[in-house]
């Protein structure tokens, strides 16, 4: 049965009803925190929640009356992933070795968020310091896909997946390093926008910053060009962010594909696993960008073989990360982090900087298939979501095989990627692919999404 309550309004439809008049931001804050109280306890989708979130509402009901609302999310409710800082609350990052004290400053993109009115009602689980795929970590222990509770959302932003999926609030803040974003909103029926690298600052600096990005997590399209617009702010505190981009991203989101070069992306630089639903989806979504008008071409690429390259960055910042602990410290890490570690952090700084020139290699190999292609089309995920208690004795081979094979490869590159829901799996989960397009060309990847979104509508359901 659709799920027709105020908590499951999308961002536009909240803020429409805010400025009609026929409902408040009071009244959506109450419909999505009865969700939390009712089916939170089974999703384990928070870390903490905001006792000022009810004060925040009624200030914004308060600047609605008076037709003073005082950003473009002016009352929408919106999590934000325990990676980021959030004033007055801990960043625990999913783990036991971090501290407590409550942080003193806001993110970037919190600060964004909060300046266009968003209400934050409280901070999403992570893997631990965003190292995997499954949803679990060692502090908050298990998150699980509203779809079917014996599922993973994925991660590292399993909070934001099962948030966004159970109907806690249509925004979502998740974090990128190889797929943080894309691999939860695909296993749970969502939409995840990796933008290009800078776009959105960064402050503190991520565990993987060379290749991380934050991102917005929703229910469609046009709300993840809304909350987009509103983390992308230049802010001086991270040194290697854009300068402000003063577009709407909402403008042009309605031009569709036609005319537009799309290439269909088999190899994203080595054998990447794939399932007949991922690969029934690839061709679903071929056929409707060709249907709208694109040019859609197999597109073969000279890229290096990216699993090794990312697999040197992710075992250089797992070594690092645990070196830098104390012994007893390092002991109450993920046991898969310290696995990882010591398989891939041993590495010269030969080896390392051989691995960051490949990286380069890819994203040079990725630009100049972009002189061809306005848009690469691919899978996002090589399978449906994994068990959620599933043991992981091979981490190393799993980034590969099961979680990430084919989201990391654009965070070496830097450039835009998103995934956008594409039907149903077999099994009745979300099924999902994945558009990515030259770097600082965010705006094709949501031109693009939104295409296949209207032409392929996806079941929105009451999974609670």
């Given at each position: 049965?659709p799920?027709?309550?105020?908590?499951?309004?999308?961002?536009?439809d909240?803020?429409a009803?805010?400025?009609?008049?026929q409902l408040?931001?009071?009244?959506?804050?109450q419909a999505?925190?009865?969700?939390?109280?009712?089916?939170?306890?089974?999703?384990?989708?928070?870390?903490?929640l905001n006792?000022?979130?009810?004060q925040?509402a009624?200030?914004?009901?308060?600047?609605?009356?008076?037709?003073r609302?005082?950003g473009?999310l002016?009352?929408?409710?919106?999590?934000v992933?325990?990676?980021v800082?959030?004033?007055g609350?801990?960043t625990?990052?999913g783990s036991?070795t971090?501290?407590?004290?409550?942080?003193a400053?806001?993110?970037?993109?919190?600060?964004?968020?909060k300046?266009a009115?968003?209400?934050i009602?409280?901070k999403?689980?992570?893997?631990?310091f965003g190292?995997?795929?499954?949803?679990d970590?060692?502090?908050?222990g298990?998150?699980?896909?509203?779809?079917?509770?014996a599922r993973t959302?994925?991660?590292?932003?399993?909070?934001?997946?099962?948030?966004g999926?159970?109907?806690?609030?249509?925004?979502?803040?998740g974090?990128?390093a190889?797929?943080?974003?894309r691999?939860?909103?695909?296993?749970?029926g969502?939409?995840?926008?990796?933008?290009?690298?800078?776009?959105?600052?960064?402050?503190?600096?991520?565990?993987?910053?060379s290749?991380s990005c934050?991102?917005?997590?929703?229910?469609?399209?046009r709300d993840?060009?809304l909350?987009f617009g509103?983390?992308?702010?230049?802010d001086?505190?991270?040194p290697?962010?854009?300068?402000?981009?003063?577009?709407?991203?909402?403008?042009g989101?309605?031009?569709?594909?036609a005319?537009?070069?799309?290439?269909?992306?088999?190899?994203?630089?080595f054998?990447a696993?794939?399932?007949?639903d991922?690969?029934?989806?690839?061709?679903?979504?071929?056929?409707?960008l060709?249907?709208a008008?694109?040019?859609?071409?197999?597109?073969e690429?000279?890229?290096?073989?990216?699993?090794?390259v990312?697999?040197?960055?992710w075992?250089?910042?797992?070594?690092?990360?645990?070196?830098?602990?104390?012994?007893?410290?390092?002991?109450?890490l993920?046991?898969?982090i310290r696995?990882?570690?010591?398989?891939?952090?041993?590495?010269?700084?030969?080896e390392?900087m051989?691995?960051?020139?490949l990286?380069?290699?890819?994203a040079?190999?990725m630009?100049?298939?972009?002189q061809r292609f306005?848009?690469l089309l691919?899978?996002?995920?090589?399978?449906?979501?994994p068990?959620?208690?599933?043991?992981?004795?091979?981490?190393?081979?799993?980034l590969?095989?099961?979680?990430?094979?084919?989201?990391?490869?654009?965070n070496?590159s830097?450039?835009p990627?998103?995934t956008?829901?594409?039907?149903?799996r077999?099994d009745?989960l979300?099924?999902?692919v994945?558009?990515?397009?030259?770097?600082?060309?965010?705006?094709?990847v949501?031109?693009a999404?939104?295409?296949?979104?209207?032409?392929?509508?996806?079941?929105?359901v009451?999974?609670g």
């Amino acid at each position: 049965m659709p799920n027709t309550g105020p908590a499951s309004l999308s961002a536009e439809d909240m803020l429409a009803a805010f400025s009609r008049r026929q409902l408040t931001p009071v009244d959506v804050l109450q419909a999505v925190t009865e969700r939390v109280a009712r089916l939170n306890p089974g999703l384990n989708a928070f870390a903490v929640l905001n006792p000022g979130a009810l004060q925040a509402a009624h200030e914004s009901a308060s600047r609605w009356r008076s037709g003073r609302p005082i950003g473009a999310l002016d009352g929408v409710p919106c999590t934000v992933k325990d990676l980021v800082d959030l004033a007055g609350f801990p960043t625990r990052r999913g783990s036991r070795t971090t501290s407590a004290e409550p942080a003193a400053d806001d993110a970037p993109m919190v600060a964004g968020l909060k300046a266009a009115g968003a209400v934050i009602i409280g901070k999403t689980t992570t893997t631990e310091f965003g190292w995997k795929s499954p949803g679990d970590c060692p502090l908050h222990g298990i998150t699980r896909n509203p779809w079917n509770k014996a599922r993973t959302t994925g991660g590292s932003s399993s909070g934001a997946g099962a948030a966004g999926a159970a109907g806690f609030g249509p925004l979502h803040i998740g974090t990128d390093a190889g797929g943080s974003v894309r691999i939860p909103a695909a296993w749970c029926g969502l939409v995840g926008l990796k933008p290009s690298y800078g776009r959105i600052p960064q402050w503190p600096a991520s565990a993987f910053a060379s290749v991380s990005c934050a991102g917005p997590m929703t229910r469609t399209v046009r709300d993840a060009a809304l909350m987009f617009g509103a983390m992308a702010r230049c802010d001086l505190r991270d040194p290697f962010c854009l300068p402000d981009d003063p577009r709407d991203w909402l403008d042009g989101i309605e031009s569709g594909v036609a005319g537009l070069s799309v290439g269909v992306l088999s190899n994203p630089g080595f054998d990447a696993p794939l399932d007949a639903d991922g690969r029934a989806a690839v061709e679903r979504a071929a056929q409707v960008l060709a249907d709208a008008g694109a040019r859609v071409a197999a597109a073969e690429t000279d890229l290096p073989d990216t699993s090794s390259v990312f697999g040197r960055v992710w075992g250089a910042v797992l070594a690092r990360l645990v070196a830098k602990l104390p012994a007893e410290s390092a002991a109450l890490l993920d046991p898969g982090i310290r696995q990882v570690a010591a398989e891939l952090g041993g590495m010269s700084a030969i080896e390392f900087m051989d691995a960051d020139a490949l990286r380069a290699a890819a994203a040079h190999a990725m630009a100049r298939l972009h002189q061809r292609f306005d848009l690469l089309l691919c899978p996002t995920v090589p399978a449906g979501p994994p068990l959620a208690d599933a043991p992981i004795d091979d981490p190393v081979r799993a980034l590969w095989t099961e979680w990430a094979p084919w989201t990391f490869t654009f965070n070496l590159s830097r450039q835009p990627a998103i995934t956008v829901p594409m039907g149903l799996r077999a099994d009745r989960l979300p099924n999902s692919v994945q558009i990515a397009a030259a770097q600082f060309r965010d705006d094709l990847v949501l031109r693009a999404a939104r295409a296949i979104e209207l032409a392929q509508p996806f079941p929105r359901v009451d999974l609670g």
